[in-house]
Nanobody
């Protein structure tokens, strides 16, 4: 099992920057991919970016340029957000996966989320 804890959210003015952190514990060496998702009320959770165990990154097409995902070590993944916009206001969640069950269901965990509020 893997447990995830996000941090770094808060209130920021438009145009500002934030770095979100995701710290994993438990069976961290089994983790394949760590991703950042975000969700606003009434909308589906959407992928922001993810990073594989070998450092391959993927970004949502609409968010390229202002978001950067990185990995300090196997248990620590961050998301740098620059030039924040009010539309970036959301709860940001960290997700990690470490394989599949015999039925093809992903083995994954979610953090509790961290709120990013972009407002003047």
């Amino acid at each position: 099992q893997v447990r995830l804890v996000e941090s770094g959210g808060g209130l920021v003015q438009p145009g500002g920057s934030l770095r979100l952190s995701c710290e994993a514990s438990g069976s961290i060496y089994s983790i394949n991919t760590v991703g950042w998702f975000r969700q606003t009320p009434g909308k589906q959770r959407e992928l922001v970016a993810n990073i594989s165990d070998v450092g391959v990154t993927k970004y949502a097409d609409s968010l390229k340029g202002r978001f950067t995902i990185g990995r300090d070590n196997v248990a620590s993944v961050w998301l740098q957000i620059n030039d924040l916009e009010t539309e970036d206001t959301a709860v940001y969640y960290c997700n990690a996966d470490w394989g599949y069950t015999g039925l093809g269901v992903p083995l994954a965990a979610w953090g509790q989320g961290t709120l990013v509020l972009v407002s003047s």
